[in-house]
């Protein structure tokens, strides 16, 4: 059974960090791109940041550039993500996806497996 479990979300003044990790479990891995999606009320899921199977590529947002970065332990099983200078904008549920290709692909629907996400608020 694959799961995917998100954790560190939480509230956070404007300006704050938080760091959000996702441990796997049931899936091999080391051969999965990871990423990071969030979603409002009312909103589509969005693109955060992607990671591929081997940590040497990356993807971000414009939103989140230079504020978020992603990097992934496959020792661990584990896949983070650090937010730093965080904006009300900001504010989401976070999560994880698991995607059996290598390559950091932007597109939630090409994505295999989902957490239940984590929240994040930040407040100003």
């Known amino acids: 059974q694959v799961q995917l479990v998100e954790s560190g979300g939480g509230l956070v003044q404007a300006g704050g960090s938080l760091r959000l990790s996702c441990a796997a479990s049931?899936?091999?891995?080391?051969?999965?791109?990871m990423g990071w999606f969030r979603q409002t009320p009312g909103k589509e899921r969005e693109f955060v940041s992607a990671?591929?199977?081997?940590?040497?590529?990356?993807a971000y947002a414009d939103s989140v550039k230079g504020r978020f970065t992603i990097a992934r332990d496959n020792a661990k099983n584990t896949v983070y993500l650090q937010m730093n200078s965080l904006q009300r904008d900001d504010t989401a549920v976070y999560y994880c996806a698991a995607d059996r290709w290598a390559t950091a692909r932007i597109q939630s629907h090409l994505y295999d497996y989902w957490g239940q996400g984590t929240q994040v608020t930040v407040s100003s």
């Open positions: 990671i591929s199977w081997s940590g040497g590529s990356t």
């Open positions: 049931g899936i091999d891995f080391s051969i999965y791109a």
